[in-house]
């Protein structure tokens, strides 16, 4: 079972940029997808990023397209994302996941969870 820690959050003015990473222990890092997802209070979780195991395919929820780069250094077991341009509806708990197989925006498709970072967005 993958163990998964993210680091970065914060808070920020809006217009700012922070950086979360995850990192995740195990062998297999590289051999699956990996995402970021986040839940603001009271909302349902959604899905912010996704990459490929190799890095080369990327996936984004149209909210974030422009401003947040994910990445990912399989010899450093861990994943990155750079979000720029903050804005107050960013904040939210950040969770990095493993997908099961392939590159999914789907929750279900997920199936190793982090404990999240919170990010706060001030306006």
């Known amino acids: 079972q993958v163990q998964l820690v993210e680091s970065g959050g914060g808070l920020v003015q809006a217009g700012g940029s922070l950086r979360l990473s995850c990192a995740a222990s195990g062998r297999t890092f590289s051999s699956y997808a990996m995402g970021w997802f986040r839940q603001a209070p009271g909302k349902e979780r959604e899905f912010v990023a996704a990459?490929?195991?190799?890095?080369?395919?990327?996936y984004y929820v149209n909210s974030v397209k422009g401003r947040f780069t994910i990445s990912r250094d399989n010899a450093k077991n861990t994943v990155y994302l750079q979000m720029n341009s903050l804005k107050p509806e960013d904040t939210a708990v950040y969770y990095c996941a493993k997908a099961r197989y392939s590159i999914t925006s789907t929750a279900s498709d997920f199936g190793s969870w982090g404990q999240g970072t919170q990010v706060t967005v001030s306006s």
């Open positions: 990459i490929s195991w190799k890095g080369t395919g990327t």
